[in-house]
Structures are given as C-alpha cells and as structure tokens.
C-alpha cells in the first residue's frame, strides 16, 4: 500500500515550527508495518492545496493530510477536500451538536465562526476526535482514501492510533494485531547493536518480527515489529526473539517500552526504601533534572549539589578531612559521594566529577568523568573519558551518571566498557 | 520566486529522524525575504527522486534539494540530478584532490567509494562546502534553479548561508542587502506584543521592515526584516524601527540577535564581578543546568542546592534561626536566599521555591512560585502563580528565575506583571 503524508499551513511551511507531526505518523505507521512513500508540505493558498490533493490521489492508495481543520478563514482543508472529490460540503449535525456540548460544558458558548468546523464533504466519514474540536474524516478523492486530521499534536496522535491505523491496516490486508516492542539501551552504538543482534530476526518464523533501531545520542532504541494473528500469536512470536535480545544487549538494556532510564531510576529507589543525593559539576544540574521533579521524587530525591569550582567541593559537601581535591580521581569521587550522603542524610549517593579539557570547543574536545556511587556499606566507582564536544560530554556525562546509578541499584557492574568512551 | 525545498533519505521519510533541516531552510529564506511554496520528501528510491525532481522542475524557479550527496550507496542525488537534468556524471578533479587533502590532513587514506562523491553532472556550478567531503552543486533541470545541498544540519547550514542564499537574492531581483533584527523577550505573548507594535513598519519607508514573531514558549522572539541597497541603507532605514520595538517591549526585552538570557545574565554576573548561588525546588536543577556549563561560568557560578523536601531546606542552606519555613512565601524565599548566599560565599542568590497543587497533571494542574535573589544589602521578591500542566510549570519558573536575576542584575523592577501568570 502506497501511503502519502500531506502536511498544511503556512506555519509548518515557513518552518515557524518545526514538522513534527510528520517524523510522528511516518514513525507511528513504520512501526506497524506500513510505510510512507511520499511527503508534501503546502501551505494555506486553495490553488496548492488543490493541486497537491490531485497529485496525492493519483498516485497513492492512502493519504493522510495534517491540518487546516480549524475554525479560522485559512482552515481549508474540508472545503478543498470537498472540492477536489467533487462533492458539496454538508453541515454534520452530531458533529455541531458535538461542540455544542463541549463548549457548554466549559460554561462557554460556541463562537459562530467553530460551525465551519462540522461542514464536511458529503459522503465522508467522521473520525472522532474525543479531545478537541476539529473533525476528523476519511474521503475517497480519485482511487485513493484521504484521512483528515488536526494539527494540533495531541488530537492528532489519538486520531491515528484509534481511528486510523485500524483503518489502515485492515485496508492493506495485514494481520490484524502488530506490536511494538522497545528496548532502550546506554552504551553502545547503533552498528554495534546491529551486528550484536545479527540472524535474530530468524527466531520468529514467517518473517513475522522485523528489526529496527532509534539512535537518539546517548541512547539507543531497539525496535521490534512483530506480526500475528492475534495478541497471542504476537507473544508467541515475540518471546524468543526479545528474549535474545536481552540475553545479547543484557546489562546494556536499561527500560523497555514507555519506561525511561530516570523512571527505572527512581522506581528502584522508592522500591528498595532508598533516598539520593547526588554531586555535579559540569553537568550542572542536568543529572538532578532528569530525575528530581518526576512525580514520586519528592520522596527520594534528598538533595543535589552543583558546583563548578571543585576547590570549593571539599567544604561544600563538609568534607573536612578528606583527600585533597585539587586533582580528581575516582577516589576524590568516592570521598565526596560518602561525605554527600552523610550530609544530606541519604541511603545512597551519586557524584560526577567531570575534568574539561582546555581549549576552545570543538569536534575533538573532551572531558574526563570521575563518578562514585555510595551507600553506607558500599562503593562503586567509574572513570570515563567522551570526546564529541562540550554538549556531548555534558549529555555523555549526564546519561552515564544515571546509568551507572541504574546498574548499581540492579546489582550490575558499572565498569562495563561502553561504545562511546576513549581509553 | 517560487522556492520548493525538496528532501530525500529513507532516515527523514520514515520519521526515524526529524527534519529539522526543512524548517531551517524554509526559516532562513523568510529571514531574508524569500518565501517556500513546496516542500516534497521522498526516499532513497530512483524512481521517486526523478518524479519528485521532474514535477519540481515543473513548478518552480529554484529547489533546494538536502540530502543523499554522501558516498555510500543509497546517496542517489548526483545521480538522479543527471538524469533529470539529460547530461552525465562526470569527475571533478579539483573536488577530488580536496577530498584527498582533507582525509590527509586527518592522516587517513580516503576510502574509495568517497571518489562518488567528486562525480557531479556536466555542467554544474560546484558549492563549496568548507566542513565536509560532500559536494554541494547547482544545476538547471527544466526552467528551474537546483541547489543540492547535504544533509548533515552543520555542512546545510554553512552552504545555504555563504553559497545558497546570496545567489538566490541575486535571481529574485532583491535588494543586496536584507538583515534580520531580532529581539528575544519573556512575558509577552505573540499576539500581546503584535498589538503592541502595531504600525512599527509605517516608520520605515516604501515597506523596506517586516515585522514577524517566532514564539517558542517561555520566550517570545520579535523579528524585523529590514531590506536595502547597502549596510548603511538598511541601518539607516532599521534604527526608527528597532529604537521603537525597543521603547514599546521595554523591560521585557531580554537579549537581541545571538544572545540568550542565560549568557546576559552570566555576562552581567562577570561584568558586575559577581557570583552566583541559586537553591531551586521542583525545577530541580533547571536553572543551574542553564546558566552553570556556559564556558566563563566556572568564574561566577558559585554553587546551586536542589531540594524537593522544604522540611529539609532551612537546615540545608544552614538556617537554623531563621522562620518556619512549612508555608512558602516570599519572605521565606528571602530567608533561603540570604541564607544561601551567605553559604556559597557568593554575592548574589536566587532562590526559587514552588508548591505545586495537589492532584494528577492536567491542563489546569499548577504551581505557586516564590523567589527572591539578595545580595549583601539588597533583597528583591516575587510571587507568581502559573497554570498549564507540571512541564509548563516547571519551564515558567526556570524562565521566570532567571528573568528575575537578568532584571535584578540589569536595575530594573523584577514584579513586572507577565502575560503567562494567574492573579
């Protein structure tokens, strides 16, 4: 099945904001085993949006345009569409009855000019849109299926998911159920994963699972798409091959699915009755943003330190009598993990201690990290060098000092060589 | 002029990357005058391209192709271009010794598939591309200008800004010289601030300033086009307009051009030679996290506390006489300031103290925020509610902290009622 992606606006095309709404269906519909051939972004001018629906309908299958539903005099996808299929547009009265209701409910009267919204060409059908105004419909317009849909993020990721993916897939034939199934890793690159997870494919019969990756710096994204008649065909396909890839990316996988590293994080602190404090230097708080305002912190995360000046690191922590801090080493990490969990009267504590690089920045610029994760009764600690530039190490220092506090909290090493660092 | 901006790469089509380039491309044109009237995406497919060139071709004075110049196999646009455009490949011997020089100055040998890269259809003008191996070219196909550009952001963004654009403007018939102006604010809304300045363009002659805004919340960017003959033509015809934007936004205005908050509030800091110590709460690190990495901080960064239990702050600042700090205020902000302050050893404090509301995050979920930053002999406070949600939140009071601490720095009152707050 041929799929198109049709994007409207003047906003998108000027690039006043960036097409997210794109990378997102295309993703969402790869992910389900369908794929895009075909992308076109015009903006709010009748004669190009005519012209790009003519184009669209002659050479695919599906279509799935994004925006231009509003209530504003340059919202014109109903009446183009209308146009192009050579129909009337019709009032849908359970569709104004629809707003009506949404509007009352807000103690607000529908302003006159929302009506527009529920003028629809004749003959298509709504998709709902339980969350806004806008109404989704799907047309036919030459031999191709055209599904409409509302710019606005979220209304439009609910569409796709409950209205037309369904849709979608029972028109190209496919088996009715598709899962997705993620592993995120830290550590090690895309290449890397790929030749580490070779022939894995081949443990699903039928070419029912297909293999993919998502690098977004740190972080690596292991994708699996599996095909099955049924949910639990899916897992019957999906259990030898994801348990390979754990077996093959093991200490390396870090959350699966909608779980996040800081997530995994926090989880296992409140679940062990734990408490943190954690020490940064040039990640500068990055560490404690990722973790500290997440619902639930409030009773784990004790207290984060940042300090640019690590002369100054010594009495800030109240380390009296400690080591000399003046060159940093894994044991300065150590001293000033022990001395910041003492301190902030914490179960376990977390220091990254990072040593830049002189110079200007650049491509080869770099950093070494010094980190210590403490306990009352234990210690562990890291020494890594990233080059990359002063945001790479800063993100590199960041995702490493979570994932080292991961692998302590789960009992794993947290020496284990990673793809990104020098020697 | 028509421009159409037409992308290609299986990684953008699939949505496996987001394409940013697209909104720079079309971003940068505005900024000069010039206007996109198409964008197309398609893969790495032969078929596709030629169609995606030929309809292109068809429709418009100039395309911008970005992608598939690299030297692997699936990098198709020298290909295709010369097919499209009915002439051959043929070796660019100047573009191939520059190769080898660059993998020389690295010390490597250049792989052979990258001679792929050298090869160029007949006739085409080469562009220069001072950062990488990837040959950027200009081509007619049919009536219309090719400009074919690389994919990686950092190789476009130099080609189209040194190379693309100045031939671009010399096609269009434009004025040599067109300037973006811009001024960055906070606490002002889009359309707020468009009423302000209503009429700012009538006090340039013959429509010579556009006014345009770009809204990336918390902050609001205000932006003005201004054309003419020569440098001092467009200055002449942009110092009414710009000392007007100025008069009219006034405080609110917290930057112009390249400059950030963070990097004014830090260069105010050093100016002042100050130093810094901030204590956050629910924004967790945010704030550090902005200003504490930027190359000179090292000087004035002092030190930043992150806590999310308040019980715990009095005793973490070592305020041990100090008020009862269970209900948050501004007077307990000052207290914590002065307290941190007086810690760090550092001239200036912030402190920004949040209660969020009780309940699931939700449209309407909010938080009050408490602030004060003191010095020595100066105190300054401010109470502000925001609603939208706990990301919404937490991005309105990292913003609001440090507009405070820029106001603060800069002499100007920091209670300045803004657009985004609740009474």
């Known amino acids: 099945m041929r799929i198109e992606i049709l994007c409207t606006g003047d906003e998108v095309l000027t690039g006043k904001i960036t097409n997210t709404n794109f990378s997102y269906i295309s993703q969402k519909l790869e992910d389900v085993g369908l794929s895009v051939v075909w992308g076109t972004t015009v903006g709010d001018d009748r004669e190009r949006l005519l012209e790009a629906f003519r184009l669209a309908a002659g050479r695919a299958d599906a279509v799935i345009v994004n925006g231009g539903l509003g209530p504003t005099v340059d919202d014109l996808s109903q009446e183009i569409a209308a146009a192009a299929a050579g129909v009337p547009l019709v009032l849908n009265a359970d569709w104004l009855a629809k707003m009506e209701n949404f509007f009352a409910r807000r103690s607000r009267v529908m302003p006159p000019n929302n009506r527009k919204q529920a003028m629809l060409p004749e003959g298509a059908e709504v998709l709902d849109n339980p969350i806004g105004t806008a109404c ?34 029972a ?23 790929d030749s580490l997870l070779e022939g894995i494919e081949a443990l699903a019969p039928d070419g029912s699972v297909k293999l993919g990756f998502r690098a977004h710096y740190p972080q690596l994204e292991t994708k699996l798409t599996v095909r099955g008649t049924d949910p639990e065909d899916v897992q019957r396909k999906l259990a030898p091959v994801a348990g390979e890839v754990r077996r093959r990316l093991g200490n390396f996988i870090l959350a699966e699915d909608d779980r996040t590293l800081e997530g995994v994080v926090l989880a296992a602190l409140l679940d062990q009755g734990a408490s943190l404090a954690v020490v940064e230097t040039f990640t500068a708080g990055q560490i404690a943003a990722r973790i500290g305002h997440l619902p639930g912190a409030e009773r784990a995360f004790r207290r984060s330190l940042v300090l640019r000046d690590l002369t100054d690191l010594g009495a800030a922590v109240g380390l009296e009598d400690g080591p000399a801090l003046g060159a940093l080493s894994p044991e300065t990490a150590e001293a000033v993990a022990r001395a910041a969990r003492a301190q902030a009267g914490a179960t376990h504590a977390l220091a990254v201690l990072i040593e830049l690089d002189e110079g200007a920045d650049a491509i080869d610029f770099g950093g070494t990290i010094h980190l210590a994760i403490a306990t009352a009764n234990r210690v562990a600690t890291r020494r890594a060098r990233i080059l990359g530039g002063r945001e790479w190490v800063r993100l590199g220092a960041v995702e490493l000092g979570l994932d080292c506090l991961r692998r302590f909290l789960q009992n794993l090493p947290v020496t284990e060589r990673i793809d990104f660092e020098r020697a």
Chains 1, 2 share one sequence.
């Open 136 to 169: 989704g419909f799907a047309l036919d317009i030459g031999t191709a299926r055209f599904f409409f849909t509302p710019g606005v993020p979220r209304e439009l990721r609910r569409m796709l998911e409950e209205q037309i993916v369904p849709r979608l897939l």
């Open 171 to 193: 028109r190209s034939g496919s088996p009715t159920t598709i899962v997705l199934k993620r592993f995120h890793s830290y550590g090690i690159g895309e290449s890397h994963a």
